[in-house]
């Protein structure tokens, strides 16, 4: 089993056009060329190495994490000796991981890094997500090598990042007691040792994932007297120098193969990350939002595998002498799941492509062109708004997903035997873990209220369609009108969150139906990448979001009266 | 210490993963709708030269097969597992080789390669299972050999011990280098490809020897080599109307042992 090859959707959307301008811009014209020896020559040859390299990731995914899931979830995480001991499984994961060379696939290659932009290394988690959501946990925390990367010195860099190559574990400490989603409240403390010349922690961190990882990124107070974001700061601790106690491992409900520690720092020595007083506003942020596209892609892998399991039970059970999927209470609901799952999945590689434009013009600097500002401007712009409601649209599909593949096996599904029911559980942190779906439509507030959603909802609309294709359209275009409709109500007091979370919900579903339309375009245009017709799909999202907006507006209506 | 260790290795048909239009109406192979892999047991085979090599650094694998150009695949893919060097010997002048006329050109090869401390190869290819091409080399070069080998576990610049693994136990033996091994299936499984190799190898071209840059005597190659001719292909089906149901009761035990006895199959 080869979890790559044998998904051609992703294929589609690693060569979607935009691919060939982000490839050239991660490599710089490809200065890098003749120097390593797996440096590209040119942008077509990016994307071969990055499909080359997915292969391999799917061989595994395929082959070792998803035979060890079962097992992984029953045994678990252990603590012996202040040391977090994986479940074996999850240990050969790790290890045939780290054997080939996949721990640092975004790093720059001066780091052993492969170098890749994001979209190939967010297809990488949706892969191995895919064979074990609790294992993609602990895989996508090599992106902490991206916060060390960007906004360490050079010699925390030099120290640190071929060691999270050479399989140095990682984690992010965030959230505390009194500290979850509102981070400001942190009071991990952090002060100047004159003496020893390093910073020194003190204090608990709490729900910290893979956190008897080998690397620590510590938000931690290092303003004394200070009480909101502004006082934190960003610490990197390596466990080799001490001063830390795993106190206790989480019984959870799902992904029980990652481990989620307690910690407690006692003075534990610690490096400062760039400059005080931005570990939160900055740096945090910044990560956060790519935590978002992690579980954004952790939720498209668990609504793949989710559809798989129920499309091969419905194949083979049968029941009044037929296979079940000839029914058609059970076909509409795998066509539903397949939808979801293509839906979140365009909209997460949409979001991953502007994270990398916006990042590869980022990095210009001030060489930036006035043009290639705009278009820094218009990216960073559209990960923004796009990312919240690709992590709330594609956490919730996700468990809608799992919730119907039970449905789909039946009774068998409420028993152990089967995979659906460790689906169910896994997913239901999606939707909790790295901002709740609440938080997302805080997030999406912004966007909503200065006008971005529409008018990139207008850029969607303008694209050119095939004539077949225009009646969607036309669905989606009286969609928009009742957001609008939605957008103008006044805000009902009792109800003012619900009304936000209605048009969050509304502007996502239009949003993913516009995305499946162009990508039915691309299939009518002679696109051959994907074997599946996205069609079915977009008709689909398309019938979806007009219906959610009518059901939206009526609600709202009716509240405001 | 470090060694230099040639890894014998094959491209075969897919025969454990076969479709319905695996095989001609003649009874004959279709190797168009097998896809083209390579031999389990090599792959296990360079699995224990990669061990040697994590352990002395500056050993050298070499792998070698004789076959078509289009066996660059699994040159590529040893090189991307942390093989250093791929040959291919291809020439029409080995078509129709059997076990002898193979022995005897990959054993010409490996001569010309130069100095070596061991030639590892699978126990056996899925295509052939004939499990003679590793014993027929060691014997024309001329070198101690060991058969079914499953671990490595001692190496010693001089001696090689290894385990076994044979019907009735585990056997381990001692061989002085140089020394031709054969895997076993139960040999640990080799490691998945390297990215960077991956990357790095991705276009790679193997080197290509033909007939005559082995320095063969031309008349023990291919076809003329080849003592072994092929008679007639027999394309066996195993039919159900050759099956009998045995009711599981006394009577019909005893009736099962009794047409046994009486076929001599049994007593």
């Avoid at chain 1, 490839?23 to 040119?42: R, T």
């Avoid at chain 2, 099956?243 to 009736?255: D, F, L, M, P, Y």
């Amino acid at each position: 089993m080869n979890f790559y090859d044998d998904n051609d959707s992703l294929k589609f959307h690693l060569t979607h056009p935009d691919m060939l301008k982000i490839a050239a811009m991660k490599e710089q014209d490809f200065v890098e060329h003749g120097k390593y020896g797996d440096a590209p020559a040119n942008a077509e040859e990016a994307l071969e190495n990055y499909g080359r390299v997915l292969s391999l990731v799917g061989e595994i995914a395929g082959e070792v994490v998803a035979p060890n899931a079962e097992e992984v979830d029953h045994e678990g995480p252990r603590i012996e000796e202040n040391k977090v001991v994986y479940a074996k499984g999850t240990q050969q994961n790790y290890d045939v991981l780290k054997k080939s060379g996949l721990f640092g696939i975004s790093m720059p290659r001066c780091y052993h890094g492969l170098n890749f932009p994001y979209v190939p290394f967010i297809m990488t988690t949706e892969i191995i997500s895919r064979a074990d959501t609790g294992f993609a946990t602990i895989w996508s925390l090599q992106d902490c090598a991206e916060t060390v990367s960007e906004f360490a010195d050079q010699a925390l860099k030099d120290k640190f990042l071929p060691r999270i190559y050479e399989g140095a574990t990682c984690s992010m400490d965030l959230t505390e007691p009194d500290a979850g989603s509102d981070l400001q409240a942190v009071r991990l403390k952090a002060t100047f040792d004159e003496a020893a010349n390093c910073w020194r922690l003190n204090g608990v961190k709490r729900f910290i994932t893979n956190g008897g990882a080998d690397l620590h990124l510590v938000l931690a107070r290092s303003e004394e007297g200070t009480l909101d974001g502004r006082g934190l700061s960003y610490f990197l601790y390596d466990r080799a120098d001490g001063g830390l106690t795993v106190r206790r491992l989480e019984n959870k409900m799902g992904i029980k193969g990652s481990p989620t520690a307690e910690l407690v720092f006692n003075n534990a020595p610690a490096h400062l990350i760039g400059e005080r007083r931005f570990g939160l506003i900055k740096y945090v942020m910044t990560l956060m939002n790519d935590a978002r596209l992690g579980v954004g892609s952790q939720s498209v892998g668990l609504s793949e595998v989710a559809c798989r399991e129920a499309e091969a039970y419905a194949a083979e059970r049968e029941q009044f002498g037929q296979a079940i999927v000839r029914f058609p209470a059970v076909r509409d609901l795998l066509m539903t799941m397949r939808a979801r799952t293509d839906a979140t999945r365009t909209l997460l590689y949409e979001t991953s492509r502007m994270v990398d434009l916006y990042k590869a013009y980022e990095a210009k600097g001030k060489n930036m062109t006035p043009e290639e500002r705009a278009a820094y401007k218009a990216a960073l712009r559209s990960a923004d708004i796009l990312t919240p409601i690709l992590k709330l649209s594609a956490s919730e599909f996700a468990n809608r997903n799992a919730y119907d593949c039970i449905q789909v096996h039946g009774g068998s599904g409420f028993m152990k035997e089967y995979a659906c029911e460790r689906l169910y559980r896994d997913a239901r942190i999606l939707s909790i873990y790295e901002g709740t779906s609440q938080l997302q439509v805080v997030a999406a507030q912004k966007g909503i209220a200065n006008g971005t959603y529409l008018s990139k909802i207008e850029e969607y609309d303008s694209r050119p369609l095939h004539g077949s294709l225009e009646p969607l359209r036309a669905q989606l275009r009286e969609a928009t009108e009742n957001c609008k409709a939605l957008l103008e109500l006044p805000n009902s007091e009792e109800q003012g969150y619900d009304f936000k979370r209605m048009q969050t919900d509304v502007i996502a579903a239009i949003i993913m139906a516009y995305l499946l339309l162009s990508d039915s375009q691309r299939q009518l245009d002679g696109d051959e990448s994907c074997s599946r017709s996205f069609l079915p799909s977009a008709r689909y999202m398309a019938a979806y979001a007009r219906a959610e907006s009518v059901r939206c507006l009526a609600m709202a209506k009716s509240y405001s009266v | 210490m470090n060694y230099q260790i040639v890894v014998l290795i094959k491209q075969v048909p897919d025969t454990q993963n076969v479709g319905p239009d695996a095989m001609n109406a003649d009874g004959t192979v279709n190797r168009a709708a097998l896809p083209a892999i390579f031999n389990p047991e090599d792959l296990k085979a360079l699995e224990m030269a990669l061990q040697i090599k994590e352990q002395y650094p500056g050993s050298v694998i070499t792998v070698l097969t004789m076959g078509p150009e289009r066996a660059s695949a699994i040159i590529r893919d040893a090189l991307s597992r942390g093989a250093d060097r791929g040959i291919i010997i291809s020439d029409a002048r080995f078509a129709g080789s059997d076990t002898l006329a193979t022995s005897y050109a990959l054993a010409c090869a490996i001569r010309k390669i130069g100095e070596f401390d061991m030639v590892l190869g699978g126990r056996q290819a899925i295509d052939g299972d004939t499990a003679q091409v590793g014993p027929q080399v060691a014997e024309k070069l001329d070198l101690p050999q060991i058969t079914y080998a499953e671990r490595l576990l001692e190496l010693n610049g001089k001696h090689i011990v290894l385990t076994r693994r044979l019907d009735n136990g585990v056997e381990t033996v001692e061989a002085e280098l140089p020394v031709l091994v054969t895997v076993t299936a139960s040999a640990p499984d080799c490691r998945y490809p390297h990215a960077h190799l991956l990357l790095k190898n991705a276009k790679a071209q193997a080197e290509i020897w033909n007939a005559d840059a082995i320095r063969p005597e031309i008349e023990r190659l291919g076809l003329k080599g080849s003592p072994t001719k092929v008679k007639k292909i027999d394309n066996v089906v195993l039919a159900h109307k050759e099956g009998v149901q045995v009711e599981c009761s006394e009577a019909g035990i005893n009736g099962l042992v009794m047409t046994l006895v009486q076929d001599h199959i049994i007593g």
